[in-house]
């Protein structure tokens, strides 16, 4: 079963709110899906979720490690960003499902890349420019896979 939403924005600034009111209500092993090109807001969305959990550290995409770890706010949050991802058997030697089965709150963006290992209950998020609509502009689709 499958629930969608499609939100518009405008500015960073809508997408980090939609973010962070989705963080507001997160909870523990929710895990978001990011899909979307280079550029299209994914990172500003993950913002936006880590600051409804209460993160106040800067957030940005994981370069060195595919992996990186929040632990200050509401919940643990586990940011992976999959991009530079060679093989998904990589998540295997990070070890990815102790985080994505533990009690906190996971973010994978370029998730298709590792569609394999997504478990059925995740909520994706997929992001799109439309720039005869403005070069800010974005349509975000939200589904709640049950
Ligand atoms: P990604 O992680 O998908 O590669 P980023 O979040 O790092 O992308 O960057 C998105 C860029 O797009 C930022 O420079 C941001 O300011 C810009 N931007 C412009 N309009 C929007 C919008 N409506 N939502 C999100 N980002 C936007
Ligand atoms: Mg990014």
């Given at each position: 079963?499958?629930?969608e939403i499609v939100i518009e924005t405008n500015t960073p600034g809508e997408t980090f709110e939609?973010?962070?009111s989705l963080g507001a209500k997160a909870s523990k092993r929710d895990v978001y899906a990011l899909v979307g090109d280079l550029g299209v807001g994914k990172t500003v969305f993950t913002q936006g979720l880590a600051a409804?959990?209460?993160i106040t550290e800067p957030v940005n995409s994981p370069t060195f490690?595919?992996?990186q770890v929040y632990e200050e706010g509401r919940l643990?949050?586990?940011h992976f960003d999959v991009y530079r991802i060679g093989d998904v058997s990589e998540m295997d030697e990070i070890g990815y499902e102790e985080y994505f089965y533990s009690d906190g709150v996971c973010l994978i963006e370029w998730a298709d890349l590792v569609k394999e290992i997504i478990p059925e209950?995740?909520?994706r998020i997929e992001i799109q420019k439309d720039l005869q609509k403005g070069f800010d502009y974005r349509k975000i689709t939200v589904t709640e896979f049950e």
């Open positions: 079963m499958s629930n939609l973010g962070r409804g959990l209460g490690t595919i992996m643990p949050f586990f209950r995740h909520t």
